[in-house]
């Protein structure tokens, strides 16, 4: 689908429906004040949207490959996009420009996670690694080999010292933040 549904948490009743994107929408996040939403889509763009009035503020383009994923960091000043195109890419949240493009990945990247003190994102890729980036400098800290399929997404605990994977191997890893 093309559309974002937004929803009443406690009545279940459709607060408005988001429309934009020209092609389908694979992912979507919320900031931490709940302000604006994010969406990723095969149209090769973002979009954020005004939580409260479903206006759109803002499109992000620069992928060349489908979006499959994105993220908002913890205190909501940066995105972090995720697709095909085998990157990664940082955008300022309030202006919505590119901040970064974490590339090393050979395979398409199908998910990201951000720490929650917003040190480091986490991707995952179909190259069957994950890497772990710095969320200020893009530097590559890590690649994080194990997996003998795709990963598919993954995920950062909420202390931040380890990190899930899961993969078309039919297995799921933990990782050691850290090391």
């Given at each position: 689908?093309?559309?974002?549904?937004?929803?009443?948490?406690?009545?279940?009743?459709?607060?408005?429906?988001?429309a934009g994107?020209t092609?389908?929408?694979?992912?979507?996040?919320?900031?931490?004040?709940g302000?604006?939403?994010?969406?990723?889509s095969?149209?090769?763009?973002?979009?954020?949207?005004d939580?409260v009035?479903?206006t759109e503020r803002?499109?992000?383009?620069?992928h060349?490959?489908?979006?499959?994923?994105?993220?908002?960091?913890p205190?909501?000043?940066?995105?972090?996009?995720?697709?095909?195109?085998?990157?990664?890419?940082?955008?300022?949240?309030?202006?919505g420009?590119?901040?970064?493009?974490?590339?090393?990945?050979?395979?398409?990247?199908?998910?990201?996670?951000?720490?929650?003190?917003?040190?480091?994102?986490?991707?995952?890729?179909?190259?069957?690694?994950?890497?772990?980036?710095d969320?200020?400098t893009?530097?590559?800290?890590?690649?994080?080999?194990?997996?003998?399929?795709?990963?598919?997404?993954?995920?950062?605990?909420?202390?931040?010292?380890f990190?899930?994977?899961?993969?078309?191997?039919?297995?799921?890893k933990?990782?050691?933040?850290?090391?």
């Amino acid at each position: 689908d093309k559309t974002i549904k937004v929803w009443e948490a406690a009545t279940g009743a459709e607060r408005f429906t988001l429309a934009g994107h020209t092609h389908w929408v694979n992912a979507c996040a919320i900031s931490p004040d709940g302000a604006f939403i994010v969406s990723a889509s095969d149209d090769k763009t973002l979009k954020v949207w005004d939580a409260v009035t479903g206006t759109e503020r803002a499109t992000l383009a620069g992928h060349t490959g489908w979006v499959n994923a994105c993220e908002i960091s913890p205190d909501g000043a940066f995105i972090v996009s995720a697709s095909w195109d085998k990157t990664l890419k940082v955008w300022d949240a309030a202006m919505g420009a590119k901040r970064a493009t974490l590339a090393g990945h050979t395979g398409a990247v199908t998910a990201c996670a951000i720490s929650p003190d917003g040190a480091f994102v986490l991707s995952a890729s179909r190259d069957n690694t994950l890497k772990v980036w710095d969320a200020v400098t893009g530097a590559e800290r890590a690649t994080l080999a194990g997996h003998t399929g795709a990963v598919t997404t993954c995920a950062i605990s909420p202390d931040g010292t380890f990190v899930v994977s899961a993969s078309c191997d039919k297995t799921l890893k933990v990782w050691d933040a850290a090391t």
